[in-house]
Structure formats: structure tokens, C-alpha cells
Nanobody, 123 residues
Framework: QVQLVESGGGLVQAGGSLRLSCAAS????????MGWIRQVPGKERDFVAS????????NYADSVKDRFTISRDNAKNTVYLQMNDLQPGDTAVYFCAATFRWRALAPEQYDYWGQGTQVTVSS
């Protein structure tokens, strides 16, 4: 059984930072592309960032480019999302997701999902 468990969400003031973590377990994720997707209640899920297995290829949504950084530690089966200069518009539930596609830039391209962690940014 595949498990992705996110942590690190919380409440932060605008301009602040948070680091999300996603721990993978239950099967080998060797070769997996990992991503972060966020969702505001009542709206569709939006792609935030993705990282290839080696970490050599990353992709970001335009809205978070230059503020968010995705990284991974394969020895720990963990993916991170460092979020800086957070704004109220970043408030959402953030999901960690995985796929064995070479690249995945849309939520529907991911096959495995965590339960999500809430990020709230106050103005």
C-alpha cells in the first residue's frame, strides 16, 4: 500500500515562510516524479511544483516561481516544499503526489496522493 504523509502546514503571516515535508512509504518510489498540488475549497486542484527522480528537473507554476523551492532526499524518501514570501493567495490545502510519468504538470497526471496539509496565510 502506498502512503504519502504531508507535514509542516500551519498559520503564517504574509511575507513569512513555511517548509512542507512529504514522507513516502509502502513501496519503492525509485524513479518517481513527485509533486505538490494545492486546492482552495470549492475550486479545482492547481499544480504548484514538481521534481524528477534525480532532482535535476524541476517545474513551477508561474504564481510561485522565485518564491517556492521543491527538493527531495531519496535516501529518506522525502520531498520538501520551501515556501517563502507567502501571500494570502497561497492559502490552500497542499497535497503531495507521485507518479511514474517522466513529467507531470497537471494534477490529473498524478497517481498517488497524500491527505493534504493546510496552509493559511494571514494578511
Amino acid at each position: 500500500q502506498v502512503q504519502l504523509v504531508e507535514s509542516g502546514g500551519g498559520l503564517v503571516q504574509a511575507g513569512g515562510s513555511l517548509r512542507l515535508s512529504c514522507a513516502a512509504s509502502g513501496r519503492s518510489f525509485s524513479g518517481a516524479t513527485m509533486g505538490w498540488i494545492r486546492q482552495v475549497p470549492g475550486k479545482e486542484r492547481d499544480f504548484v511544483a514538481s521534481i524528477s527522480w534525480t532532482g535535476g528537473r524541476t517545474n513551477y507554476a508561474d504564481s510561485v516561481k522565485d518564491r517556492f523551492t521543491i527538493s527531495r532526499d531519496n535516501a529518506k524518501n522525502t520531498v520538501y516544499l520551501q515556501m517563502n514570501d507567502l501571500q494570502p493567495g497561497d492559502t490552500a490545502v497542499y497535497f503531495c503526489a507521485a507518479t511514474f510519468r517522466w513529467r507531470a504538470l497537471a494534477p490529473e497526471q498524478y497517481d498517488y496522493w497524500g491527505q493534504g496539509t493546510q496552509v493559511t496565510v494571514s494578511s
